[in-house]
């Protein structure tokens, strides 16, 4: 039977909490009462997160893997996920069961009501540092502010989808991906279910602040090219700032004098110093910001597969939509 519900669930050194993420899975999901499948993205794990998950998938004809060559990031494996769906509703979520998957029958619920967007909404972050709950306050606001986009406040990746939602998000061709702002930008009816997001079931977490640093830069210039205009405001500020303080030192040159009658001669040395440190720090800023931009332009063209899939289990008859990995045919366990 065609199951009505798909989840997908990225995974990266996750081998020690995965039999009990499938669990919750299936002790959520059972209670709705309708067929569904739950694929698990293997992102290249490097302990036994595969081994795991196709030993359960191996007794387990609800569970499919999907397993890459090598570790391409939680946005390709999101993106992978959703591509071999074959539901009618789409649940994405991560499995270090900080995202409850009791939540998928409230989840459920508001699709059924006619909702073809549903977000997990953090209503209470558990053993979150102040900085890492600030820093993510300021990246929402900011992306409200920035991009095209009516990005949720305090929502992550955790969300059920319409059918029409994934099939919009399948046809976007974007290499560098932020998942959740590009479901986002679909539009469709939308609304949000408050759960607590809890502490990780095991491990340790894989997204350190350089990484979500490189995920909100990704995610400003994939939406916006409001840094490029606000580099020009900045530019022509600077331009003006140093034209009008031109002005007032040839105005001090020629009329002002020092009580002994003598001309008025500023000392530069030390605010020439501090303009040239200024303006170069400024002029590199804004290359560097051209270079993210071009890059992403580079990237794009390459025309690259967004991830290779190196082995599938539980899968028959399912291909991904656009290919599963670029024409590379992996084995199949099932």
């Given at each position: 039977?065609?199951?009505?519900?798909?989840?997908?669930?990225?995974?990266?050194?996750?081998?020690e909490g995965i039999a009990e993420f499938v669990r919750q899975v299936h002790a959520a999901v059972d209670a709705l009462g309708v067929p569904y499948e739950l694929i698990l993205v293997n992102d290249g794990s490097k302990d036994a997160s595969l081994q795991v998950a196709a030993g359960i998938a191996a007794t387990d004809a609800t569970v499919r893997v999907v397993s890459f060559s090598r570790n391409f990031g939680h946005e390709a494996a999101s993106t992978a996920g959703l591509r071999y769906v074959?539901?009618?509703?789409?649940?994405?979520?991560?499995?270090?069961?900080?995202?409850?998957?009791?939540?998928?029958?409230?989840?459920?619920?508001?699709?059924?009501?006619?909702?073809?967007?549903?977000?997990?909404?953090?209503?209470?972050?558990?053993?979150?540092?102040?900085?890492?709950?600030?820093?993510?306050?300021?990246?929402?606001?900011?992306?409200?502010?920035?991009?095209?986009?009516?990005?949720?406040?305090?929502?992550?990746?955790?969300?059920?989808?319409?059918?029409?939602?994934?099939?919009?998000?399948?046809?976007?061709?974007?290499?560098?991906?932020?998942?959740?702002?590009?479901?986002?930008?679909?539009?469709?009816?939308?609304?949000?279910?408050?759960?607590?997001?809890?502490?990780?079931?095991?491990?340790?977490?894989?997204?350190?602040?350089?990484?979500?640093?490189?995920?909100?830069?990704?995610?400003?210039?994939?939406?916006?090219?409001?840094?490029?205009?606000?580099?020009?405001?900045?530019?022509?500020?600077?331009?003006?700032?140093?034209?009008?303080?031109?002005?007032?030192?040839?105005?001090?040159?020629?009329?002002?004098?020092?009580?002994?009658?003598?001309?008025?001669?500023?000392?530069?040395?030390?605010?020439?110093?501090?303009?040239?440190?200024?303006?170069?720090?400024?002029?590199?800023?804004?290359?560097?910001?051209?270079?993210?931009?071009?890059?992403?332009?580079?990237?794009?063209?390459?025309?690259?597969?967004?991830?290779?899939?190196?082995?599938?289990?539980?899968?028959?008859?399912?291909?991904?939509?656009?290919?599963?990995?670029?024409?590379?045919?992996?084995?199949?366990?099932?």
């Amino acid at each position: 039977m065609a199951p009505i519900i798909s989840i997908v669930s990225p995974m990266y050194n996750e081998a020690e909490g995965i039999a009990e993420f499938v669990r919750q899975v299936h002790a959520a999901v059972d209670a709705l009462g309708v067929p569904y499948e739950l694929i698990l993205v293997n992102d290249g794990s490097k302990d036994a997160s595969l081994q795991v998950a196709a030993g359960i998938a191996a007794t387990d004809a609800t569970v499919r893997v999907v397993s890459f060559s090598r570790n391409f990031g939680h946005e390709a494996a999101s993106t992978a996920g959703l591509r071999y769906v074959r539901g009618q509703a789409i649940v994405l979520i991560d499995s270090d069961l900080q995202d409850p998957p009791a939540v998928i029958g409230p989840m459920y619920e508001k699709w059924k009501e006619g909702f073809q967007l549903v977000y997990g909404v953090r209503s209470k972050r558990n053993e979150e540092t102040v900085l890492k709950r600030l820093t993510s306050w300021l990246f929402y606001r900011l992306m409200r502010k920035l991009a095209k986009i009516d990005l949720p406040k305090d929502t992550g990746d955790f969300r059920l989808m319409d059918r029409k939602v994934v099939d919009a998000f399948n046809a976007l061709p974007e290499r560098n991906r932020f998942v959740r702002g590009m479901i986002c930008w679909t539009g469709f009816r939308a609304t949000g279910v408050p759960f607590v997001r809890a502490p990780r079931f095991a491990g340790k977490s894989n997204y350190n602040y350089v990484k979500l640093v490189k995920l909100a830069i990704d995610s400003l210039t994939g939406f916006t090219t409001a840094p490029l205009k606000i580099a020009t405001w900045l530019g022509s500020l600077l331009a003006t700032g140093a034209m009008l303080w031109t002005l007032v030192v040839i105005y001090q040159f020629f009329f002002w004098h020092n009580p002994d009658g003598t001309p008025y001669r500023q000392p530069g040395f030390t605010f020439l110093y501090i303009a040239i440190l200024m303006l170069g720090g400024v002029q590199i800023f804004l290359i560097g910001l051209v270079g993210e931009y071009l890059a992403r332009t580079y990237e794009q063209m390459q025309g690259r597969p967004l991830y290779i899939v190196d082995e599938l289990v539980n899968f028959t008859d399912t291909a991904a939509v656009g290919g599963p990995n670029g024409g590379i045919l992996p084995p199949n366990r099932g």
